[in-house]
Every structure is written in structure tokens, then in C-alpha cells.
């Protein structure tokens, strides 16, 4: 960036600093051009924190991050699609007001593949394509759609057998049939919960062993492939550490 001056020896930057690096200017003569755009990338930083629920006092980030800042404020500055989605939805969110229409759904999908950009510049290429997995899915109506369809038919299915219930003569035989039928509809919802809360645990103790380790890359989601290439040492870790969080409901 030419003519731009910036101590890459500092450890942290701020709106100044994020400024310089988005339009490629100095303040060296206190300029009124950069005065008035550091302000709009600083109302910008501004609505995001609003946006996220964070604090809007004094801004100020890793220096490591600043590529990704960089990416973000480009992505506001240089479309005003994007602009107007930031202001429609943190003015949702301050008014607290639902967001309950296409609009407001294209304007937060808009937002976060925005926000995901700027966070696969942190990523190693692995981790991105990982994320871009995790991210599609999330945004994808696919598990909603379904989720609903199966929902419907569920309770079209207890009803019709409530019904045939319905038929028998005996009070007795029908609350008998009634009173199995949920029993085997509590035992299945069982099994399914533990297989869940299995692969939430381990994903939980999984996290939380490989980020204490320095040497290890850090991470914020993982693949079976990832632990199977721990060292055996980690794996235990993780093992014994899943082992102490089962038995802790057990010992309040």
C-alpha cells in the first residue's frame, strides 16, 4: 500500500490501524479524508459489535487478525447490499424485534458467509474445508424441512394407533396397549438421546484436551480422522476425560 506507513511490530490494532489498512492511506498530516474514514469504518465496527452483543467500548483486536477486519470492512464499504443487510438486522436485534421474513433471512445468510470469509483467513486449508462443510450446513434448510415433514408424520402415526387403540371394548386392554406403547416410545427416544449426548461428549472432551496442548493445533471442530491421528497418549486423554464427565452426574 503505498505511501501508507504501519508498525507491524505492535501486537494489536485499533480503528486507526484497521483504517490505514482498508484504504491505504496515512494520517500523517491529520488529514480531514482519513479523519472522516476512519469514522465510517468505525461506525461500521460499531453496528458488528452491536450486531454480536458485544460491548461497544474501545476497539481493539490481534494484530493476527487484521487481514480478516481488513476483509470484513471491505465487504460493508464496497457493497451496499451487505451495508443494508448490517443495518436491517442489528436494528432487529437492538429493537428486538423477530426476524421473521425471506428478507431478513437472505440479509443474516448474507452476514455470515461474510463473517465466515473473513474467518477462513485464520484457517489452515484443512480447517477450511471442514468449516465450509459446517458452515453449509448450518445455512442449509435441508434438516428443518425434514425435521418437519417427519414431525407431521409422527403424530399422524400416534393418532391412527391412539385410534385403533379406540376400538377395543376393554378400558383395561386400552390403557394396557396405551401405557406400552409409550414405554416403547421412551425407550427408543432413549437410546437415540445416548447415541447424541455420546457424540457431544466426545466432541466436548475432544476440544478441550487438544486446545490445552500448545504443540497441538488449536481447533473449534473436529473429524473422527482428526482423533484417530492424535498420538495414542492424547487419545487416552481424551478417553479419561470422557470417563470423568460421565461419572459426574453420578456423584452430586
Known amino acids: ?10 501486537k494489536t490494532f485499533n480503528i486507526a490501524d484497521l483504517t490505514r489498512a482498508v ?3 496515512d494520517d500523517i498530516n ?13 461506525n461500521h465496527i460499531k453496528e458488528v459489535q452491536k450486531m454480536l452483543g458485544h460491548s461497544p467500548g474501545k476497539f481493539e483486536a490481534p494484530m493476527e487478525e487484521l487481514e480478516a477486519y481488513v476483509q470484513l470492512i471491505k465487504n460493508m464499504l464496497e457493497n451496499s447490499e451487505n451495508d443494508d443487510a448490517l443495518f436491517l438486522l442489528r436494528k432487529k436485534m437492538i ?3 423477530p426476524l ?13 458467509k461474510i463473517v465466515a470469509e473473513a474467518e477462513k483467513l485464520k484457517m489452515t486449508e484443512k480447517d477450511k474445508e471442514l468449516f465450509e462443510k459446517w458452515l453449509n ?3 442449509s434448510d435441508d434438516y428443518y424441512t425434514s425435521s418437519e415433514k417427519n414431525l407431521n408424520e409422527v403424530m399422524s402415526i400416534v393418532k391412527n394407533d391412539f385410534s385403533l387403540f379406540d376400538d377395543l371394548s376393554s378400558l383395561k386392554s386400552k390403557l394396557e396397549f396405551q401405557e406400552q406403547y409409550m414405554n416403547d416410545i421412551r425407550t427408543v427416544s432413549a437410546m437415540y438421546r445416548l447415541q447424541v449426548e455420546e457424540q457431544l461428549l466426545l466432541k466436548e472432551c475432544f476440544l478441550e484436551v487438544v486446545n490445552s496442548h500448545p504443540h497441538l493445533n488449536a ?7 482428526d482423533y484417530l491421528e492424535l498420538p495414542p497418549t ?3 486423554e481424551i478417553q479419561d476425560l470422557i470417563e470423568q464427565k460421565r461419572q459426574k452426574p453420578s456423584e452430586s
Do not use: C, H, P
Not at 488529514?31 to 469514522?39: E, L, T
Not at 481447533?219 to 480422522?225: D, E, G, Q
Open 95 to 97: 429493537d428486538r424485534k
Open 219 to 225: 481447533k473449534t471442530m473436529y473429524t473422527i480422522a
Open 30 to 42: 491529520k488529514s480531514d479524508i482519513f479523519d472522516g474514514k476512519r469514522k465510517l469504518v468505525g
Open 23 to 25: 484504504y491505504g492511506i
Open 137 to 139: 450446513d448450518q445455512l
Open 100 to 112: 421473521n421474513n425471506d428478507l431478513d433471512g437472505r440479509a443474516l445468510d448474507k452476514l455470515v
Open 234 to 236: 492424547i487419545q487416552q
Open 1 to 10: 500500500m503505498e505511501g501508507m506507513t504501519f508498525n507491524m511490530t505492535k
